[in-house]
């Protein structure tokens, strides 16, 4: 038997079941919005968001405790400010572009990995892009782009 409320589905007495999913790239990722209307189109959106400094900073001392992250945070911090506007720039680009081709999505400049050497590296995949997401604490905190896109594609009352 099921536990897990979250997975759960909600019945609410017209033999119609409530499912969901949740996770917390789709909002970043430029190409979902589109991706997840041309599947369903009807869905119902529920979007969390955190204040963004609380969320940045949670993020950091998760990856700090599990030993993933070394740097300090104001290092982390002022790496990542560099970067953003141009994944800003290239988020919007490709979201705006009709082909969806992901490759439009990468930033031309190399991204700064969090580690003592001050490696860089360049985005060139899907997967690429995702990592970057799941180390990024600057970036996956500035939700007004990613609101406005997904507010472009599904109606207010859908979100």
Known sequence: ANTDPLLTPIEDGSNQKISGEYTTSYILHPLVPK???????????????????DRAYSHYTMSKRAQLETLSFEEVIEKEFGEIEELR???????????????????????????????????????????????????????????????????????
């Open 89 to 159: 720039l290239r988020s919007r680009e490709c979201f705006n572009d009709n082909s969806c081709d992901v490759s439009k999505c990468f930033p031309h400049e190399p991204m700064h990995r969090h580690d003592e050497n001050h490696s860089t590296f360049y985005m060139r995949s899907e997967k690429d892009m995702k990592d970057y997401y799941y180390i990024s604490y600057l970036f996956r905190s500035i939700y007004d782009d990613s609101v406005e896109r997904w507010l472009s594609v599904y109606p207010r009352e859908q979100i």
């Open 35 to 53: 991706r997840m209307h041309s599947q369903l189109p009807h869905v119902k959106i529920i979007m969390l968001l955190r204040n963004p400094i």
